[in-house]
């Protein structure tokens, strides 16, 4: 079935490098995609979100890129701060009511 | 002002036992969101309640999962004789609006979620 996915499931950074968190989908359909951030032991946190007829959103340190004719999403991070480590999620909304979520990739950040 | 809370943050039930998850959105929004997260695994939707109706049960993995939302605003999922299957954090969301073009999209607010451990 179509699902929502990502390449990597562990991503080692430098504190302070950027990070580039890569996420790719298979419904051509999906028209609107949102990155969570969750940290242990609590809820999904939203960090932005992109409609399909946009390429590029930056929000507070963020960036999220879309390419439609690949059908991959990427989340970018400046600076890497401990406080970013944690899992992240890029989710779409694929035709149902609820959002249909990849299975995350955990986030280190290396002092 | 406060988030969506969820209750218990802990629950355990001996399997066959009956459980009840409880949701309060954030006051005004209009949409609630169940979603169950496996151990690694990203969160998957169960149902969608706009105000006190239950548009989308489509994710409800058995009929043993039962949702309600009588005045629109909390929520209770109820599990019925739990299996050890059932062993999940139970995530509820909440948005502001309902849907637009036919589909509640919009931005989501989580809660912490409801560990649950069936024995």
């Known amino acids: 079935g179509e699902s929502v996915g990502l390449h990597l499931p562990t991503l080692s950074v430098q504190e302070g490098d950027n990070s580039i968190i890569n996420c790719a989908y298979s419904n051509s359909a999906s028209d609107y995609f949102i990155w969570y951030k969750q940290e242990s032991g609590k809820g999904p946190q939203f960090i932005i979100d992109?409609?399909?007829?946009?390429d590029k959103r930056q929000g507070q340190r963020v960036t999220v890129l879309l390419n439609k004719t690949v059908k991959h999403l990427s989340l970018q991070i400046a600076a890497t701060q401990p406080g970013d480590s944690a899992v992240y999620f890029c989710?779409?909304?694929?035709?149902?009511?609820?959002?249909?979520f990849g299975k995350g990739t955990h986030l280190i950040i290396q002092p | 002002g406060a988030g969506v809370s969820q209750s218990p943050r802990y629950k355990v039930a001996k399997r066959g036992q009956d459980v009840a998850l409880r949701c309060d959105p954030i006051s005004g929004h209009v949409s609630l969101f169940w979603y169950q997260q496996a151990l690694g695994q990203g969160p998957e939707f169960l149902t969608y309640f706009q105000n006190e109706a239950q548009l989308d049960k489509s994710g409800l993995p058995s009929d043993r999962f039962f949702a309600e939302r009588p005045e629109g605003s909390v929520s209770t999922l109820k599990i019925q004789r739990t299996q050890q299957e059932d062993s999940a954090v139970y995530l509820c969301a909440s948005s502001l609006t309902s849907r637009v073009g036919g589909r509640a999209k919009n931005i989501q607010y989580f809660g912490a979620g409801t560990r649950l451990s069936v024995l």
């Open positions: 989710a779409d909304w694929g035709g149902a009511d609820g959002l249909t």
């Open positions: 992109i409609r399909s007829n946009m």
